[in-house]
């Protein structure tokens, strides 16, 4: 059974930074783009960044393009969002997804293959 587990969240200052993680089990993490998805309060879900199964490619929405980075480690299984100068509209629920195949497509974002969050909130 597919699990994914997101952690790392909290309560920053604007300008502050987070990283976050998520393990993955229940498959095989190499063979899947992972991605994060996000949902800011009273807002539907966006994608915020992707990346392919071998890391070679990586997609980062244009808010956030230059501020956060993704990442995968495929020998533990894991996904990472390291996020650095944060701002307010950055505040949000942040799910880990996987991908329908090797390769990202960004159509709908949904989080039939989600994990449950975790909760940044961006806050002077």
């Known amino acids: 059974e597919l699990q994914l587990v997101e952690s790392g969240g909290g309560l920053v200052q604007p300008g502050g930074s987070l990283n976050l993680s998520c393990a993955a089990s229940?498959?095989?993490?190499?063979?899947?783009?992972m991605t994060w998805v996000r949902q800011a309060p009273g807002k539907g879900l966006e994608w915020v960044s992707g990346?392919?199964?071998?890391?070679?490619?990586?997609y980062y929405r244009d808010s956030v393009k230059g501020r956060f980075t993704i990442a995968r480690d495929n020998a533990k299984n894991t996904l990472y969002l390291q996020l650095k100068s944060l701002k307010t509209d950055d505040t949000g629920r942040y799910y880990c997804?996987?991908?329908?195949?090797?390769?990202?497509?960004?159509?709908?974002?949904?989080?039939?293959?989600g994990g449950q969050g975790t909760q940044v909130t961006v806050s002077a």
């Open positions: 997804a996987r991908g329908l195949g090797s390769a990202c497509s960004y159509d709908e974002p949904n989080l039939r293959y």
């Open positions: 229940g498959f095989t993490f190499e063979n899947y783009c």
């Open positions: 990346i392919n199964s071998v890391g070679a490619i990586t």
